[in-house]
């Protein structure tokens, strides 16, 4: 699946650092101001494919990727000078805000103090002001037209102005209490502040285990003004010494730094979260691979996820799934103990199962 999660700040936040942790693609962070959105995939941790190989010899294991978008820092004015930065925004799947939760004199900062909320707050009025100019427009163009007793466009117009509403009182409009074809509506227009949003306080090395004052206010905002989001802290200049180090290091490198699991490993794991997003896996002599599906997918949809072909020539699932695998030992003993199981075409695949697709596909 071509999933994109877009890195979004204020200039000088850490974003690029961040991404540049996780990313096979390197972009250049400084104290500038980037001019394009740099791109670059990223591996979601798994060690259950490690451990489907300890039972499984096989030539190669492969994980699920995210493809993540850095996105220049956006400043004061970019909702209304028409930046092109806000069309990649517009074209991900989800958003990760990076918020400068540190001091650092020798990193600049043209808001003035460090202000975690008030950076919230800069950053979500540009792109509210971006949904807020693109609903006036859609209304501009129906609002005349409902008037002759379209009952179609006068829902929608009922809807954006209730939208237009919210966006007015500095709202983002995932916050907006909608019915499903309400959603579907505001979705026609790829509303950026509808995208789900994972905050990243970025502190410094000291607090990278503890947080701080700064993240903490970040917390409670998140709380009470954006509460299906979730909060992460990393420190991305400890992060970026921990990327450069050898794997097998690593581990005592984060125990003297307080942590059991790096901030970017958890980045990209409530990433996948935020996206609705679950593992199936494929076993064989060849290949454990680790495969990305919507969570309620069918078993026809995660084939399709492998190849066309598969979801094509669907005929049925054969299933079991990874605890069973890790218990039991092998597909033989599963099947021994009753834990395998044919599914057909209905069958919604659930997080860890690992499936064998049969099919046919006539010439």
């Keep these: 699946m071509a999933l994109k999660v877009g890195i979004v700040g204020l200039p000088n936040s ?13 972009a250049e962070a400084g104290l500038g101001f980037a001019t394009k959105s740099n791109y670059g995939t990223a591996r979601v941790p798994d060690q259950r494919l490690y ?29 209304r000078s028409g930046s092109s930065f806000l069309n ?29 909320v008030k950076d919230i707050e800069t950053l979500n009025i540009e792109l509210q002001q971006k949904d807020l100019e693109s609903i006036e427009k859609r209304l501009e163009k129906i609002e005349k037209k409902a008037k ?5 466009l006068q829902k929608q117009v009922e809807v954006l102005k209730k939208a237009k509403e919210h966006l007015e009182n500095f709202q983002n409009l995932r916050t907006l209490e909608l019915k499903d074809n309400e959603r579907e509506i505001l979705m026609e227009l790829f509303p950026l502040t509808m995208k789900p949003v994972l905050y990243v306080a970025n ?3 000291a607090s990278a285990a503890t947080g701080n004052e700064y993240s903490k206010a970040l917390e409670q905002w998140v709380k009470e003004n954006d509460p299906q989001s979730e909060v992460i802290v990393i420190a991305a200049r ?9 794997p097998q290091d690593r581990g005592e490198f984060l125990k003297d730094a307080g942590l059991t699991e790096s901030g970017v490993n958890r980045l990209i794991a409530a990433a996948y979260r935020l996206l609705d997003l679950q593992t199936f896996f494929t076993v064989g002599p060849k290949e454990i691979r680790a495969w990305t599906i919507r969570r309620g997918a069918t078993a026809p949809e995660a084939a399709g996820v492998i190849h066309s072909d598969l979801q094509r020539g669907f005929i049925r699932a054969e299933v079991m799934h990874y605890d069973d695998f890790i218990k ?13 199981y044919l599914e057909g075409k ?13 099919f046919n596909v006539s010439k």
Excluded at 56 to 65: A, L, M, S, W, Y
Excluded at 91 to 106: E, G, I, K, Y
């Design 203 to 205: 502190v410094d090395d």
């Design 346 to 358: 209905d069958y919604v695949v659930q997080e860890g199962d690992i499936l064998h697709i049969r």
């Design 14 to 26: 850490g974003k690029t650092t961040i991404f540049n942790c996780f990313s096979d693609t390197k």
């Design 328 to 340: 039991y030992g092998s597909e033989q003993e599963v099947k021994k103990a009753g834990k395998f």
């Design 148 to 152: 002759f007793g379209d009952k179609s």
């Design 88 to 116: 990649d925004i517009r074209n991900v799947d989800a958003l990760v805000h990076v918020v400068r939760c540190f001091d650092d004199p020798n990193v600049p900062r043209e808001e003035g103090d460090v202000d975690p």
């Design 51 to 79: 451990e489907l190989a300890k039972l499984q010899p096989t030539e190669k294991i492969i994980h699920t990727t995210i493809e993540f978008v850095d996105i220049p820092g956006l400043r004061q004015g970019s909702g």
């Design 238 to 246: 400890l992060e970026a010494e921990i990327a450069e180090l050898d």
